[in-house]
């Protein structure tokens, strides 16, 4: 069983920088890659970032690439994700999951391939 816990989400003004955290319980964090995903009202839960269980690999979404970074440490066990030069468009609710289980574009893109979900911490993106 993990649970995880993001924090350090709130108001930001547009091209500004915020960065969120994920905290996760149990002693089996590193053997899981960790993803991130929003939802807006009225929309889809959407991938933005992923990174495998040695942090090794990196995955993004279209709309985040070059502005987002996903990072690990494991010795803390929390994931963060940098945002930089946010947008309007960013505004969301943004949750943490953690899968186990093998890594590739395709997998770590898809909600379903996740076991352990936060409860989710608000964005919101000031113009």
């Known amino acids: 069983q993990v649970q995880l816990v993001e924090s350090g989400g709130g108001l930001v003004q547009a091209g500004g920088s915020l960065r969120l955290s994920c905290a996760a319980s149990g002693r089996t964090f590193s053997s899981y890659a960790m993803g991130w995903f929003r939802q807006a009202p009225g929309k889809e839960r959407e991938f933005v970032a992923a990174?495998?269980?040695?942090?090794?690999?990196?995955y993004y979404g279209d709309s985040v690439k070059g502005r987002f970074t996903i990072s690990r440490d494991n010795a803390k066990s929390t994931v963060y994700l940098q945002m930089n030069s946010p947008k309007p468009e960013d505004t969301a609710v943004y949750y943490c999951?953690?899968?186990?289980?093998?890594?590739?574009?395709?997998?770590?893109?898809?909600?379903?391939?996740?076991?352990?979900w936060g409860q989710g911490t608000q964005v919101t993106v000031s113009s």
């Open positions: 990174i495998s269980w040695s942090g090794g690999s990196t």
């Open positions: 999951a953690a899968a186990r289980g093998p890594t590739s574009p395709s997998i770590v893109e898809t909600p379903g391939e996740y076991d352990y």
